[in-house]
């Protein structure tokens, strides 16, 4: 009979007085604690970093460390034996979720945008208590401002964040409120802020990253009447006779953008509440 490491069996049934979970993978759990420490840390790390970051010893982390850099999950550096999580990530995530299909009816879309406005653009989505970017065009002119894929976004000051949370169904705006920690008087002007942003159908306000820049944001809805993302244009106004569209024309054509994306993704024209 073969031998099994206790530390990379599946626990069946466990339940009830001793606290534990009904079912657990240890060593699939590692490997996801593993793939979330490198979201802080974008320079890589090592394998006794990871470890001390982790609370594990060397020997714990170094087997599925070297497993995942051979299914290329990870690669390391040579030059100084640090790792950092590869693209594949991004792809498999990208591919098994509605990602690739929401980006897929948007590029053309914004790319339209984009060249309409000389402004460059932006999709996000709500990712638990954050969003994500997850497609870009960037502007056609010689200077712009843009945000880079896979940026994470603050829900609660950003303007994308404030059109994801204001279409929100049902009572995913405060189980997503309340997962960030919010005191309560800021929860209380944020909550007023949203309800303004629904009843208007959109978010603008000055860049929360950014001087100079206003942003502007859509939600986009899906085949199911649900908010799905939020399509932005960090608005920058220039001097040098590049201006195509004023904020207010910008808004516009935004908005319209918006629309004809849901519209690709079979929305049936009524958000749902």
């Not at 860049?207 to 944001?217: E, F, H, K, L």
């Not at 608005?235 to 201006?243: A, E, K």
């Amino acid at each position: 009979m073969a031998n099994t490491d206790e530390n990379d069996a599946v626990n069946l049934g466990e339940s009830g007085g001793g606290g534990k979970r009904p079912y657990s993978a240890p060593a699939l759990e590692k490997g996801i604690e593993i793939l979330e420490l490198f979201a802080a840390e974008p320079r890589g790390l090592t394998i006794s970093e990871i470890a001390q970051k982790l609370g594990r010893s060397i020997s714990e982390v170094f087997r599925i460390i070297i497993v995942m850099e051979q299914l290329g999950w990870l690669a390391k550096d040579p030059t100084n034996d640090r790792y950092a999580v590869t693209y594949r990530v991004l792809d498999v995530a990208f591919r098994a979720t509605p990602a690739q299909t929401l980006s897929n009816v948007a590029a053309p879309v914004m790319h339209e945008l984009s060249s309409a406005t000389n402004q460059s653009c932006h999709l996000v989505v709500e990712t638990g208590a954050r969003g994500t970017v997850i497609h870009r065009q960037e502007n056609m002119g010689p200077v712009g401002f843009g945000i880079r894929l896979g940026t994470v976004v603050d829900l609660a000051t950003s303007c994308s964040g404030h059109v994801l949370l204001a279409f929100a169904v049902g009572d995913r705006r405060a189980r997503v409120l309340g997962a960030m920690g919010i005191a309560d008087d800021a929860k209380a002007r944020l909550e007023r802020r949203l309800d303004a942003v629904r009843l208007q159908g959109y978010e603008m306000q000055p860049s929360a990253r950014t001087a100079g820049v206003t942003d502007i944001s859509f939600p986009i809805f899906g085949f199911d009447d649900h908010v799905c993302a939020a399509l932005t244009i960090p608005f920058l106004v220039t001097i040098d006779g590049s201006q195509k569209t004023s904020l207010e024309e910008t808004r516009e054509v935004l908005g319209q953008a918006a629309h004809d994306i849901a519209r690709g993704l079979g929305w049936s024209g009524v958000a749902s509440s």
